[in-house]
């Protein structure tokens, strides 16, 4: 510290006795000395002294000399040390960390390193300054601007994104940094790229289009995977921030063929005897490891990605043996809680919705005497109350994916319960330790065997229809009673607790949807409609108490919605008479809202995988919500339909004189519909005709211009005959023939030429004659075409009158039904009080 001291009074000069300068004048002196030194030694030494005190005088520091120090990176950038003063200045004024040597000023807010962040970048051109150094390959240059642009982007990280972008080649600079042969640069980078890539897609996108994938791979790789130091995690982390919610990055990821050199990694080595699995083997920085690893695999199936980019990862992951080393690291001993339970989440998306990744599941075995399937171990945890509440959560979460669109899952868990699969009593089976749970006095244990049970009958009526007929041993010998029964029976006791009634009620409304069968079995069951009837009329304040009485709503609508009326009391009308007159369908409305008005319900409304803090949360699951999501505003509606006979207001219910006043206008209003139809069909008919008619008349006028041309072409031949005829006799010249011979052939031409002339004449008649009768006919022709128009209007003016007569008599049928209605409310009321 004295050594500090000396050099800065070297460099400001000595002070009188008994005068100690204070921090800002100090601080200014500096800066005066940076703008106003000719020589680059003063200005470095003036840098080294600003350097010295931004630790303990930021304010002051950052202040008066970040304008100096700009200038410093502008001007003077030949000399690595001044450039690495100003460098290490500028990131200790913008830094969010605190130093101990600025912990006793009260003057330090704990923003202030944003604020000059902000005061910097307002300049984008000091961003791209500070870029350019990135090219030095001085050590202090290039980590000084490393660490520099880290601390902007974590104070700014929407402006620095921003800014980099648009900076000439930004991106690949710090890319090529990757490949620093100097550890600490490599390192520092890492850190520099994990800030720039959260929540940036455009830069994850160019970050790992610049080959990231294949630098980090390699980096863990020489660093050792999952048995690395923090470097691994670092690039697993930033692996992430490439992979999460960028499917373009997940696409390019699976293309690339990364999933499998992801897939050895999850290898547990043995040496010596000794393996991973082993707890001391284990250190803390391996299970951070490893949990990004895990991280990594879920970015790539997570149910929120889009769905073809999952199922082709969830394929390739099987292939690659990366499904077969999870579960192996499931089944394996000594593993750390945490990363067991990210495990079988991890596990669970990967097989969610995969049938070929959900039968592998089935298949694995426990190493265990004897042994067992897996599926049957993760339950016995689930069902276990000295297990970890997140332990049993994604147990839980496992066995509803690996239910998940799995029909001959669904159908192996309840073919256990049946008696006809009970062949070997000793052995347990899914089936018994979900009745285990369901039964047991652990609240917990009875919520997760109840949601459990119900991700069995998930889209699946027949499963449904299976389960009806599971039956349940009692004691004393007594007649066996159905699963179904059991559950409305536990339900309606006091012992079981909310929770436990929660779990039940979510199992009973999807056990009843579609399933007409399950809501018989419901309706006959002793007890149960009084209990939900109770539960409705009840008036408790407490949150909890209303959510249950959503619940118990919304079963009991399900009653109404999916009855095939089949039981003579428990009719669908009389279901809705019960609501009306002992609850009132207002009321039974407001209490079926309860449930989307619940704070479970928005929780669990968000994704598949349960996430709860406490046990206290474990209340709604996320079918159970898209079903009552689906059917509460059907039921809502159903319910209100009905009036106080429970009689459905669609079918009013007047007296005998209303009721043939209504008939009469149904009747007209039928015949009136009849009418048009007839009316309609005629009118398409003539419409037909109609153009028939054009048709034949286009005929008609084109042959008549045939024959037209034919009888001109006629008439023109027949006036050359006679000039053709006549033209031989002044050409002829005197001959020797006798008179007798001349004559006799003149004679012989003429009766020819007569002939022809005749010949042509009668032709000329008759296509006379033939023009006569075709103008007569399209004469003819034209009158009908007019007079089937006429019909046509007529028809189409009868139409429209008869369709506003229509419109009359439906204003004249609803004024009636309105008096009707206006006349009968004075009747009930007088009849109500004769009544009384």
Same mark, same amino acid.
């Given at each position: 510290?004295?050594?500090?001291?000396?050099?800065?009074?070297?460099?400001?000069?000595?002070?009188?006795?008994?005068?100690?300068?204070?921090? /800002?004048? %100090?601080?200014?002196?500096?800066?005066?000395?940076?703008?106003?030194?000719?020589?680059?030694?003063?200005? *470095?030494?003036?840098?080294?002294?600003?350097?010295?005190?931004?630790?303990?005088?930021?304010?002051?520091?950052?202040?008066?000399?970040?304008?100096?120090?700009?200038?410093?990176?502008?001007?003077?950038?030949?000399?690595?040390?001044? $450039?690495?003063?100003?460098?290490?200045?500028?990131?200790?004024?913008?830094?969010?960390?605190?130093?101990?040597?600025?912990?006793?000023?009260? /003057?330090?807010?704990?923003?202030?390193?944003?604020?000059?962040?902000?005061?910097?970048?307002?300049?984008?051109?000091?961003?791209?300054?500070?870029?350019?150094?990135?090219?030095?390959?001085?050590?202090?240059?290039?980590?000084?601007?490393?660490?520099?642009? +880290?601390?902007?982007?974590?104070?700014?990280?929407?402006?620095?994104?921003?800014?980099?972008?648009?900076?000439?080649?930004?991106?690949?600079?710090?890319?090529?940094?990757?490949?620093?042969?100097?550890?600490?640069?490599?390192?520092?980078?890492?850190?520099?790229?994990?800030?720039?890539?959260?929540?940036?897609?455009?830069?994850?996108?160019?970050?790992?289009?610049?080959?990231?994938?294949?630098?980090?791979?390699?980096?863990?790789?020489?660093?050792?995977?999952?048995?690395?130091?923090?470097?691994?995690?670092?690039?697993?982390?930033?692996?992430?921030?490439?992979?999460?919610?960028?499917?373009?990055?997940?696409?390019?990821?699976?293309?690339?063929?990364?999933?499998?050199?992801?897939?050895?990694?999850?290898?547990?080595?043995?040496?010596?005897?000794?393996?991973?699995?082993?707890?001391? @083997?284990?250190?803390? &920085?391996?299970?951070?490891?490893?949990?990004?690893?895990?991280? =990594?695999?879920?970015?790539?199936?997570?149910?929120?990605?889009?769905?073809?980019?999952?199922?082709?990862?969830?394929?390739?992951?099987?292939?690659?043996?990366?499904?077969?080393?999870?579960?192996?690291?499931?089944?394996?001993?000594? =593993?750390?809680?945490?990363?067991?339970?990210?495990?079988?989440?991890?596990?669970?998306?990967?097989?969610?919705?995969? *049938?070929?990744?959900?039968?592998?599941?089935?298949?694995?075995?426990?190493?265990?005497?004897?042994?067992?399937?897996?599926?049957?171990?993760?339950?016995?945890?689930?069902?276990?109350?000295?297990?970890?509440?997140?332990?049993?959560?994604?147990?839980?979460?496992?066995?509803?994916?690996?239910?998940? *669109?799995?029909?001959?899952?669904?159908?192996?868990?309840?073919? +256990?319960?049946?008696?006809?699969?009970?062949?070997?009593?000793?052995?347990?089976?899914?089936?018994?330790?979900?009745?285990?749970?369901?039964?047991?006095?652990?609240?917990?244990?009875?919520?997760?065997?109840?949601?459990?049970?119900?991700?069995?009958?998930?889209?699946?009526? @027949?499963?449904?229809?299976?389960?009806?007929?599971?039956?349940?041993?009692?004691?004393?010998?007594?007649?066996? $009673?159905?699963?179904?029964?059991?559950?409305?029976?536990?339900?309606?006791?006091?012992?079981?607790?909310?929770?436990?009634?929660?779990?039940?009620?979510?199992?009973?409304?999807?056990?009843?949807?579609?399933?007409?069968?399950?809501?018989?079995?419901?309706?006959? %069951?002793?007890?149960?409609?009084?209990?939900? +009837?109770?539960?409705?009329? @009840?008036?408790?304040?407490?949150?909890?108490?209303?959510?249950?009485?959503?619940?118990?709503?919304?079963?009991?609508?399900?009653?109404?919605?999916?009855?095939?009326?089949?039981?003579?009391?428990? *009719?669908?009308?009389?279901?809705?008479?019960?609501?009306?007159?002992?609850?009132?369908?207002?009321?039974?409305?407001?209490?079926?809202?309860?449930?989307?008005?619940?704070? /479970?319900?928005?929780?669990?409304?968000?994704?598949?995988?349960?996430? /709860?803090?406490?046990?206290?949360?474990?209340?709604?699951?996320?079918?159970?919500?898209?079903?009552?999501?689906?059917?509460?505003?059907?039921?809502?509606?159903?319910?209100?339909?009905?009036?106080?006979?429970?009689?459905?207001?669609?079918?009013?219910?007047?007296?005998?004189?209303?009721?043939?006043?209504?008939?009469?206008?149904?009747?007209?209003?039928?015949?009136?519909?009849?009418? $048009?139809?007839?009316?309609?069909?005629?009118?398409?008919?003539?419409?037909?005709?109609?153009?028939?008619?054009?048709?034949?008349?286009?005929?008609?006028?084109?042959?008549?211009?045939?024959?037209?041309?034919?009888?001109?072409?006629?008439?023109?031949?027949?006036?050359?005959?006679?000039?053709?005829?006549?033209?031989?006799?002044?050409?002829? %010249?005197?001959?020797?023939?006798?008179?007798? +011979?001349?004559?006799?052939?003149?004679?012989?031409?003429? %009766?020819?030429?007569?002939?022809?002339?005749?010949?042509?004449?009668?032709?000329?008649?008759?296509?006379?004659?033939?023009?006569?009768?075709?103008?007569?006919?399209?004469?003819?022709?034209?009158? &009908?075409?007019?007079?089937?128009?006429?019909?046509?209007?007529?028809?189409?003016?009868?139409?429209?009158?008869?369709?506003?007569?229509?419109?009359?008599?439906?204003?004249?049928?609803?004024?009636?039904?309105?008096?009707?209605?206006?006349?009968?409310?004075?009747?009930?009321?007088?009849?109500?009080?004769?009544?009384?």
């Amino acid at each position: 510290m004295e050594f500090l001291k000396s050099g800065i009074k070297t460099v400001l000069g000595g002070t009188e006795p008994g005068q100690q300068p204070s921090a /800002a004048e %100090t601080v200014e002196k500096l800066v005066d000395r940076v703008y106003s030194s000719t020589l680059l030694e003063d200005r *470095r030494d003036a840098c080294r002294a600003l350097k010295a005190l931004s630790r303990k005088y930021r304010i002051e520091v950052g202040a008066q000399g970040m304008p100096p120090l700009v200038q410093v990176l502008q001007n003077d950038g030949q000399d690595a040390e001044i $450039i690495s003063y100003a460098l290490d200045t500028l990131c200790n004024i913008v830094t969010s960390e605190e130093f101990d040597e600025e912990a006793d000023n009260p /003057a330090v807010s704990v923003n202030v390193g944003e604020q000059f962040t902000e005061m910097f970048i307002k300049n984008p051109d000091h961003v791209t300054l500070v870029m350019g150094y990135l090219d030095e390959y001085d050590f202090r240059v290039r980590r000084g601007a490393i660490q520099l642009i +880290t601390s902007l982007i974590a104070n700014k990280t929407r402006e620095l994104q921003e800014l980099v972008l648009v900076s000439p080649m930004g991106v690949s600079k710090l890319m090529d940094l990757l490949t620093d042969s100097r550890e600490v640069i490599r390192n520092d980078v890492l850190l520099l790229l994990i800030e720039l890539t959260k929540g940036n897609s455009n830069i994850q996108k160019i970050v790992a289009f610049e080959n990231a994938f294949d630098r980090l791979f390699d980096i863990v790789r020489e660093e050792g995977c999952s048995d690395g130091g923090i470097v691994v995690e670092d690039c697993l982390i930033l692996l992430l921030n490439l992979l999460k919610n960028n499917s373009s990055n997940q696409q390019f990821f699976k293309e690339g063929s990364y999933i499998q050199r992801l897939a050895p990694m999850f290898l547990l080595n043995s040496s010596n005897g000794s393996s991973d699995a082993d707890e001391s @083997a284990w250190t803390p &920085q391996k299970v951070s490891n490893f949990h990004c690893m895990l991280q =990594v695999v879920r970015a790539l199936v997570t149910p929120s990605n889009q769905q073809q980019v999952v199922s082709a990862c969830q394929r390739v992951m099987q292939k690659s043996q990366l499904l077969q080393a999870l579960c192996d690291i499931l089944m394996s001993s000594g =593993v750390p809680a945490d990363i067991l339970t990210e495990t079988i989440n991890t596990v669970a998306e990967v097989v969610r919705g995969d *049938r070929d990744n959900q039968d592998e599941l089935s298949r694995v075995q426990a190493p265990s005497q004897p042994p067992r399937p897996a599926i049957v171990v993760l339950l016995m945890s689930m069902i276990n109350e000295k297990q970890l509440l997140a332990l049993r959560c994604a147990v839980l979460y496992c066995f509803e994916c690996y239910l998940y *669109r799995n029909s001959d899952g669904q159908r192996a868990v309840v073919q +256990t319960l049946l008696p006809s699969s009970a062949t070997d009593v000793s052995s347990l089976s899914t089936g018994q330790l979900l009745c285990t749970g369901l039964f047991s006095t652990d609240t917990l244990a009875n919520w997760f065997a109840a949601v459990a049970l119900m991700h069995t009958l998930v889209e699946n009526v @027949a499963q449904k229809e299976e389960l009806l007929r599971v039956l349940l041993a009692t004691p004393g010998g007594q007649r066996p $009673i159905t699963l179904l029964e059991q559950c409305t029976s536990l339900m309606q006791q006091e012992r079981y607790r909310l929770q436990s009634k929660v779990g039940l009620l979510m199992l009973l409304s999807v056990w009843l949807a579609h399933c007409p069968g399950a809501v018989k079995a419901l309706l006959e %069951t002793q007890g149960t409609m009084a209990y939900l +009837t109770a539960q409705l009329c @009840a008036n408790e304040h407490d949150e909890r108490e209303y959510l249950v009485q959503g619940m118990c709503a919304f079963l009991m609508g399900l009653c109404i919605q999916f009855n095939d009326n089949s039981l003579a009391n428990q *009719r669908r009308e009389d279901i809705s008479q019960l609501i009306i007159k002992r609850i009132g369908q207002e009321t039974f409305c407001n209490k079926l809202s309860e449930v989307s008005r619940h704070e /479970a319900y928005s929780r669990a409304c968000k994704q598949a995988q349960i996430r /709860a803090k406490g046990a206290s949360e474990l209340l709604l699951d996320y079918e159970y919500c898209k079903l009552y999501k689906g059917l509460e505003a059907l039921i809502a509606k159903l319910v209100s339909g009905f009036d106080v006979d429970g009689i459905e207001l669609t079918e009013l219910t007047l007296s005998s004189e209303a009721s043939a006043l209504v008939a009469q206008y149904k009747g007209i209003i039928r015949g009136m519909d009849a009418q $048009i139809q007839t009316l309609e069909q005629s009118t398409k008919q003539l419409e037909q005709e109609n153009i028939e008619l054009k048709d034949q008349l286009s005929h008609e006028q084109s042959l008549r211009a045939q024959l037209a041309d034919q009888n001109t072409l006629l008439k023109a031949q027949l006036a050359a005959q006679p000039t053709a005829a006549a033209a031989p006799a002044p050409a002829a %010249t005197p001959t020797t023939t006798p008179i007798t +011979t001349a004559t006799a052939e003149q004679q012989t031409t003429e %009766t020819v030429n007569d002939e022809q002339l005749n010949a042509a004449r009668y032709q000329a008649n008759m296509y006379f004659a033939e023009n006569i009768r075709l103008t007569k006919e399209l004469e003819t022709l034209r009158q &009908q075409l007019t007079a089937e128009k006429q019909r046509a209007d007529a028809a189409q003016e009868s139409l429209l009158a008869t369709q506003k007569d229509q419109e009359d008599l439906l204003e004249l049928l609803a004024d009636q039904e309105a008096k009707l209605a206006r006349y009968e409310s004075p009747t009930n009321a007088v009849n109500d009080t004769n009544g009384r």
